[in-house]
């Protein structure tokens, strides 16, 4: 079966730095996505990984190895508005998505 | 209209009532998706459209339709309604030939009674 795993709830202090791990099984791979979740709100779209290696997007970055079945999002500098849940999403063989149930991250002051 | 909406917002039905929920994108993008978020769980695929005029069977398509008339809206019917059915209902797009991301409309809350 196809099996995406992340941890269910993270916290971390405002200004600090935080790692959300994500690893996969699924039945081929083309592409890794992570999307930003507030509450009450729908998924925003924050990275896309399809290659090993590091992708910087300001203060959020993502890192992919295929060989490890395995990608994290890291968010530096972190602030009170980046509570919310963090969601991996691997795309199979045939191009469907299958998402994890998400990482729901609280910052506290 | 700027990227996809949904309506309802809510509804509150009640079994074996038949419901639609409507989409509409005006990003002009050929792929539209339907899913169901339910508390500890991903988002689960219901059906798909690739373009207009062909859909598709997600992961749980079981007690859902959908039609694709056209490339902008992407209506979801549920014919009798159950309460297992009570979930929040994302629709979303992607534009064929590039790396697929998809965006996504705000989401009807359902509730089956």
């Known amino acids: 079966g196809q099996n995406i795993d992340q941890p269910t709830e993270m916290t971390a202090t405002e200004g600090a730095i935080v790692q959300i791990n994500c690893t996969y099984q699924?039945?081929?791979?083309?592409?890794l996505f992570w999307y930003q979740q507030h509450a009450g709100e729908a998924p925003t779209f924050l990275s896309y990984?399809?290659l090993d290696g590091l992708e910087e997007k300001g203060r959020f970055s993502s890192f992919l190895s295929r060989s490890k079945g395995y990608s994290y999002l890291l968010l530096k500098e972190l602030q009170m508005k980046d509570s919310a849940s963090y969601l991996c999403?691997?795309?199979?063989?045939?191009?469907?998505?299958?998402w994890g149930a998400g990482t729901k991250l609280i910052i506290k002051p | 209209i700027a990227g996809i909406t949904q309506a309802p917002t809510s509804q509150i039905l009640a079994a074996g009532r038949r419901m639609t929920l409507r989409c509409t994108q005006d990003?002009?993008?050929?792929?539209m998706y339907w899913y169901r978020q339910d508390l500890g769980l991903g988002l689960r695929l219901i059906h798909y459209?690739?373009?207009?005029?062909?859909?598709g069977k997600g992961e749980v398509p079981d007690g859902y339709s959908v039609s694709r008339a056209n490339t902008d809206d992407f209506p979801l019917t549920l014919a009798s309604a159950v309460p297992s059915q009570t979930s929040v209902y994302f629709c979303a797009s992607s534009a064929s030939g590039d790396a697929d991301t998809q965006y996504f409309g705000p989401g009807t809350r359902l509730t089956v009674l």
């Open positions: 459209s690739n373009t207009a005029g062909t859909t």
């Open positions: 990984n399809v």
């Open positions: 999403a691997v795309r199979d063989s045939n191009y469907q998505l299958i």
């Open positions: 699924t039945s081929g791979f083309n592409g």
């Open positions: 990003m002009r993008h050929n792929a």
